[in-house]
């Protein structure tokens, strides 16, 4: 927001350079982006007035080009100029040789279709005031030629670009950053109290408003101004308004825009003759839109209304969207004699939705949808009726329409200077702080050390002591409050050991080429129906789902990896291999839907799920492209319990629901622990899922590992001495079912304390169904180099004993 800064001192006498106030405000909680002149770079421009337009030079461009006689009132000059406006009488911005315009742009003496042209005349592109050039050259009706342009239209000012935070809608105007700069330097504030000369009938019997929807329009005040002659605003004005970045259009309309920058309050002006009427007068009736009902806007646009917005209509048809623009039907036009002035106070939330659905976006409604002030829209009003009877010789009927349905109720806020000294660390004086507030319109009386405040509607982010606290030390200032060091004694961090957990996990499975999954902690009812064993009982309901496929907590830890394997395979992407750390909640106690008091106990457990489906790897050249099966599974979750530090071993079974009864294993430790299941995924689940095909998954309960009893860290050297290697091979006979690892298990036990590492290696099936498992067992001292006969003693040894236990036969 641009405000300049001569203006601000039209209400307070301030001590400081612009500078200088911008580094206060900045100081205070306000940002100032920038300090500009207005008219950095203009220089010797001054007003000519055209005498005469002594001839035609024909048309360049689509434009006439003429020779005009211009006059400074000491020297005259002939100048070519193809502007539209251009006509004898104009008084307007002329550059004569030797001046200077934006951009260094040194204006002389130029032939110009033969003919000699001195000077320019300039439009308020040229002269880098605004953005219009179409219109012609900026006319200066008011001011004697001669006169210097930048004296006369006060260009000689800076502008302040402040950048106001959404709880601050009380510095979105020129008096509102006056207010804080008056506060800042204990200097007063000159409020400017518009003085009315009323006459003829009363406002009430010329016009009527009827609020039917209260609760987005809270107050709705209407003046009528009579014999009003529209036309262009004087020079001060429309410069003025052109700093801060807004286009002159005519003296009404600019004088709504002029007292929404000086006072903060949007208006607008209707043209009264085209209200339609009521009962014999022009009635605005606030209401919402109707369904598909369609309005065109100043803009030109007709714009489609749906019935959460607010409109302002007559009994006819909506003639202005409220808050946000006014509509083309009802616009202040050249014939325009008498203006019905609109000022009103609207929900800030309502103006919100309105402006963004419709791509709208405007200064009034940037002010409304930040909270206005529903006290000052009257002196607004009266502002804004005083300067169109001013300028546009209007005559203000008697007293004005107010639609006001509850009035507003000022709060009291009390603040105690013992609060301000313990959440500041320090504190003014009472009578200080009590002077910082009357300085920022808070009307404060003093008992003791505690402070009665009275806070306005303009200050509608204050609602608590706190608040009060803050406005005290920002105007008082920051630097006031002391450095101290903190006190305690300062620890180390100590990261949970869930996180470390997760660490460790992700760590590990991402390296072994795994993606992460995060889904939804929620799942669907009909989908965990088809998970046989889990009770429905005690699965917590939600009390406000977003859907019914959404409706309770995640029961089961793979429900939430199997709908992102779901996806991903709807989506053509059929190899995919992810883990998740998810958590499990159910009802502990009797199963009942809170708040029922008294609920029953929720409990929550972690795990880490691994799900697996398509191809092992990547499609190549140089390998075959072999579908995931249940050791892969298996496998990366032993990947992930080495990771944890834990040891466990596989065997037949599991309790969890899910997989397939003859594809499920469980990981025991060494002390006879379950801390995971692996498996297949069975055919049901998968089915509820949309998933045709295999997939493979583990789940391993995070909670229960992180209950087992930490391993030491020990320090083992690198081994100094060579391993020694031998492979062993036993025939399982068709109908031995014998599993693996219960002889892996034994070839342990036999080997003794020189077996450093055992692999099954090879697995292979016999035509008439034998079974031949091949381990690999790795020997090896810490002490010495290994002898043949000491490893050959040991071999011979493991294979009599497995062969003997289980009846199996060594393979050659």
């Known amino acids: 927001m641009k405000i300049p800064y001569a203006w601000v001192r039209e209400f307070v006498d301030l001590p400081l350079t612009p500078e200088q106030a911008a580094d206060r405000l900045i100081n205070a909680g306000v940002e100032v982006a920038s300090v500009t002149p207005v008219a950095p770079d203009l220089k010797g421009v001054v007003v000519g007035e055209i005498e005469a337009i002594e001839r035609e030079l024909g048309e360049s461009q689509g434009h006439r080009l003429v020779l005009c006689r211009v006059s400074t009132g000491r020297q005259r000059f002939s100048v070519v100029c193809g502007a539209p406006n251009v006509a004898a009488g104009v008084r307007a911005a002329f550059a004569p040789p030797g001046s200077v315009l934006p951009g260094d742009r040194a204006i002389g003496v130029a032939t110009i279709r033969g003919t000699v042209s001195e000077g320019m005349l300039c439009s308020e592109r040229e002269l880098g005031l605004g953005d219009e050039h179409e219109a012609g050259i900026l006319v200066v009706a008011d001011a004697a030629p001669g006169a210097d342009l930048v004296s006369h239209l006060r260009l000689d000012d800076v502008v302040l670009e402040i950048e106001i935070t959404p709880n601050r809608p009380d510095c979105l105007s020129v008096l509102g950053i006056a207010r804080e700069l008056a506060a800042l330097t204990g200097t007063p504030l000159r409020v400017p109290r518009p003085r009315l000369e009323e006459s003829g009938e009363d406002a009430t019997a ?20 009579s014999d009003v002659a529209v036309a262009p605003s004087p020079a001060w004005m429309a410069a003025r308004l052109r700093a801060v970045g807004l286009r002159p259009i005519s003296n009404v309309v600019d004088v709504t825009n002029y007292v929404m920058w000086e006072l903060g309050h949007p208006l607008h002006a ?20 109707r369904p598909d009902e369609r309005m065109k806007t100043l803009d030109g646009q007709t714009r489609a209304l749906t019935p959460e917005m607010l409109l302002i209509a007559d009994p006819a048809r909506g003639i202005g969207i409220a808050g946000v623009m006014g509509g083309a039907d009802t616009e202040v036009t050249a014939s325009t004699t ?100 009357n300085g920022l319109g808070l009307p404060t009386t003093v008992t003791g050390e505690t402070l009665d405040v009275q806070v306005p509607s303009f200050r509608r982010d204050l609602t608590m002591e706190d608040d009060l606290a803050e406005e005290v030390i920002r105007v008082w200032g920051y630097d006031r409050i002391p450095s101290t060091l903190p006190g305690g004694a300062i620890t180390s961090v100590q990261i949970p050991a869930t996180r470390r957990q997760d660490r460790a996990v992700r760590s590990a499975l991402v390296g072994a080429g795994l993606a992460e999954a995060v889904t939804y902690s929620f799942t669907d009812p009909q989908r965990a129906a088809a998970l046989p064993g889990l009770d429905a009982a005690a699965a917590i309901p939600l009390v406000n789902p977003m859907s019914e496929e959404a409706s309770r907590l995640r029961q089961h830890p793979l429900e939430g990896l199997l709908g992102a394997l779901a996806t991903n395979i709807r989506r053509r992407q059929p190899n995919v291999r992810m883990f998740e750390i998810a958590v499990t909640y159910s009802w502990a106690g009797p199963a009942m839907a809170p708040p029922s008091p008294p609920p029953a106990h929720a409990v929550e457990r972690r795990w880490l799920t691994i799900a697996l489906t398509g191809m092992r790897g990547d499609t190549a050249w140089y390998a075959e492209a072999t579908p995931v099966d249940v050791y892969d599974a298996k496998g990366f979750a032993e990947h992930a319990l080495g990771a944890l530090g834990v040891r466990a071993r596989a065997t037949d079974g599991g309790r969890l629901a899910g997989f397939e009864a003859d594809c499920h294993g469980v990981f025991v430790t060494e002390r006879g622990e379950a801390v995971g299941e692996f498996g297949e995924v069975a055919a049901g689940a998968r089915g509820a899922f949309d998933i045709d095909a295999p997939v493979f998954a583990a789940a391993l309960d995070l909670d229960a590992i992180l209950a087992l009893p930490r391993p030491g860290v020990r320090h083992e050297a690198l081994p100094r001495f060579p391993a020694v290697q031998r492979d062993m091979a036993f025939v399982l006979g068709a109908e031995q079912a014998l599993p693996a690892a219960e002889v892996e298990g034994a070839l342990r036990d036999e080997a003794g304390p020189l077996l450093r590492e055992l692999t099954l290696f090879d697995v292979f099936r016999f035509p008439d169904g034998r079974r031949s498992l091949a381990w690999r067992l790795t020997f090896q001292a810490a002490d010495r180099t290994l002898t043949d006969d000491e490893v050959n003693t040991i071999h011979a040894r493991v294979a009599a004993r497995i062969t003997e236990r289980f009846g199996l036969s060594l393979r050659a």
């Open 206 to 225: 010329l016009a009527r408003v009827r609020i039917e929807a209260p609760e987005l329009c809270h107050r709705f005040t209407a003046r009528v101004i």
């Open 270 to 289: 209707f043209d009264y003759e085209t209200v339609t009427r009521e009962q014999g007068l022009p009635t605005i009736v606030v209401r919402r839109a």
């Open 338 to 437: 008498r203006v019905l002035l609109e000022s009103a106070y609207f929900l800030p939330a309502s103006i919100r939705r309105t402006s963004r659905a419709l791509g709208l976006r405007s200064d009034a409604a940037y002010r409304f949808e930040r909270g206005a002030d529903v006290n000052a829209l009257v002196d607004g009003s009266a502002r804004a009726a005083q300067l169109i009877a001013e300028l546009g010789g209007g005559r203000i009927a008697r007293g004005m329409v107010d639609a006001y349905p509850t009035p507003h109720a000022e709060a009291r806020v009390r603040l105690r200077m013992s609060r301000v000294g313990r959440i500041l660390g320090i504190a003014p004086p009472a009578d200080t702080a009590a002077s910082i507030l």
